[in-house]
């Protein structure tokens, strides 16, 4: 059978493929490929209308109900860079940046700051950071698996300047020289919290890579590992962010600094709203979703 | 300069088409006396004591600082404008006449002033014309010409004129330290003024583009498909 693909700008005709009805979406792109070199598989979307949603590739041609001469609706998503090498370089950045403006150099503090004392807070800030993007980054390297290959190019640049911009932000003040330490007491208190967090957003991250089989992108609902830590999943859909979130707001009390705070701020609404897409997403994906599970704040929301 | 608002005057209830209608009106009237303001400072050369800034400053402060009701309209619904996109072109308008025109004497009585007078007063005396007749679906072709046609020389020479006179006001807040909190402090935090207007102004190099580029999108197609009265 034909089916003809469109563009989903302008309507243009772009290819009259020929397949067979049990040929996969997945099979369409590769075909598209060989006749525009540029469009890579990553880089196509098929849709059955102009503006909607993404069609699953795995799919067949007779599952979505196209007959002899259908249309299907083709998007160019722009160049695409693959998720690892994103997330690469948006943590490698902050925790760079972090590590060489913890060195006090001249750029951003004039001569001879580096030779005056430094809090021991500074110091446990610093190896706070580095610590949680060494383990962004393994983690990134071995832990996670990731649904959808690749992303847009356009928002590393907008991600990595999001990331080292506030890393800068957050450093300067830390590590400056007229930095004031809050009292001890509250600095090791925090600093326990953040462990605790650090641990559970780990916990999160490896209960969820086991709950995926390898190469599959299957997906399923969530639930309490033998890892205490991950009980918190009874009362979030999104419990690493809720970790997340946790170790930052620890971060800004161990340190005492208004920029860690509005940094825990941004990062907190961002990962708000994709908790709640997810939590949403679960809710719809499972009939059986467990109820009272809120998305990112226990009891909350 | 704004983007394209197309009131819906049939969507909106008959208290707010009456409110828009006083508040566009009333901004009209505003801005035309500044305009009057400034070209009867440029005619009579016999105010030469005064600067062109005394001569238009209190309506030029009160009706651009009423705009920062046109934030609440868009955030009411009243108005059918990006809340978000209204809120950065009303702050920069706010920006530069109260920290950087009425703060800082340095700023004002140069070209930068001229420019950014002459743009905003043109500008905005059409823009709210064009909103009081638009809701009462009676918008001659010349307005719309005028409205979708100056912005390509007033546009940027507003951008100009705002630069010039962020920059003039620099020094001022590099030697003064006013409106910035420096270390230490209890919450470990710093705000610069003088390196949040140098900031406010590299914002101008991604955002102008955008907005200027978004005008011509908008004139093809409101003044390409128009037939004149």
């Not at chain 1, 001879?112 to 807070?121: C, F, I, K, L, R």
Request: positive net charge; aromatic residues 16%; proline residues 6%.
């Amino acid at each position: 059978m034909e089916i003809g693909i469109l563009s989903t700008s302008g309507g243009k005709q772009l290819a009259t493929l020929t397949v067979d009805p049990n040929s996969t979406l997945k099979e369409l792109k590769t075909q598209i490929h060989r006749l525009k070199s540029h469009l890579y598989p990553d880089r196509q979307e098929f849709r059955q209308e102009p503006r909607g949603k993404g069609l699953d590739e795995n799919k067949t041609v007779a599952a979505l109900g196209l007959k002899d001469h259908s249309k299907l609706y083709l998007k160019d998503l722009g160049p695409q860079i693959a998720w690892k090498t994103v997330f690469l370089t948006e943590y490698a950045g902050p925790l760079f940046v972090y590590a060489w403006i913890y060195q006090r150099p001249w750029l951003f503090y004039g001569e001879g700051a580096a030779n005056q004392p430094m809090s021991q807070v500074a110091h446990i800030a610093a190896y706070c950071w580095v610590i949680h993007y060494a383990k962004r980054i393994l983690e990134t390297l071995f832990v996670h698996r990731f649904s959808h290959a690749t992303m847009p190019v356009r928002n590393l640049f907008r991600n990595c300047a999001y990331y080292w911009i506030f890393a800068a932000y957050v450093a300067y003040h830390v590590n400056h020289p007229l930095y004031t330490a809050p009292c001890q007491m509250q600095s090791y208190i925090a600093l326990g919290f953040w462990t605790i967090c650090e641990l559970g957003n780990f916990s999160i991250h490896w209960a969820l890579r086991n709950l995926r089989p390898p190469g599959s992108k299957e997906r399923r609902i969530p639930r309490p590992t033998k890892n205490p830590l991950t009980l918190l999943f009874n009362l979030v859909s999104c419990p690493n962010y809720t970790y997340e979130v946790g170790g930052w707001i620890a971060f800004t009390i161990i340190t005492q600094c208004l920029p860690a705070g509005l940094f825990a701020f941004a990062g907190f609404y961002q990962m708000a709203v994709w908790a709640i897409g997810k939590h949403r997403a679960y809710k719809k994906d499972f009939k059986d979703y467990p109820r009272g599970r809120k998305a990112i704040i226990p009891f909350v929301f | 300069m704004t983007a394209t608002k197309k009131a819906p005057s049939r969507v909106l209830s008959l208290p707010a088409k009456i409110y828009l209608i006083f508040y566009n009106a009333t901004q009209f009237l505003g801005w035309s006396f500044v305009l009057y303001k400034m070209v009867d400072f440029v005619i009579n050369q016999h105010l030469e004591e005064k600067s062109l800034w005394e001569h238009v400053k209190i309506p030029l402060l009160i009706f651009q600082s009423g705009a920062i009701l046109e934030v609440v309209h868009c955030a009411c619904g009243i108005t059918p404008s990006n809340t978000i996109i209204t809120f950065a072109q009303v702050y920069s308008r706010v920006f530069l006449i109260w920290p950087i025109l009425y703060k800082v004497p340095d700023s004002r009585d140069q070209i930068g002033f001229s420019l950014l007078l002459l743009a905003w007063t043109v500008t905005e005396v059409l823009r709210y014309l064009y909103y009081v007749l638009n809701i009462i679906s009676f918008v001659p072709g010349f307005l719309l010409w005028c409205r979708y046609t100056l912005f390509i020389i007033l546009y940027p020479a507003g951008i100009t004129g705002e630069l010039l006179c962020c920059y003039r006001a620099l020094p001022h807040y590099s030697k003064t330290q006013e409106f910035s909190t420096l270390l230490p402090n209890a919450w470990n935090f710093t705000f610069n003024f003088y390196y949040y207007t140098i900031l406010v102004m590299l914002a101008y190099i991604p955002v102008f583009p955008q907005l200027y580029t978004h005008m011509f999108v908008q004139r093809k197609k409101i003044l390409g498909n128009k037939k004149h009265d």
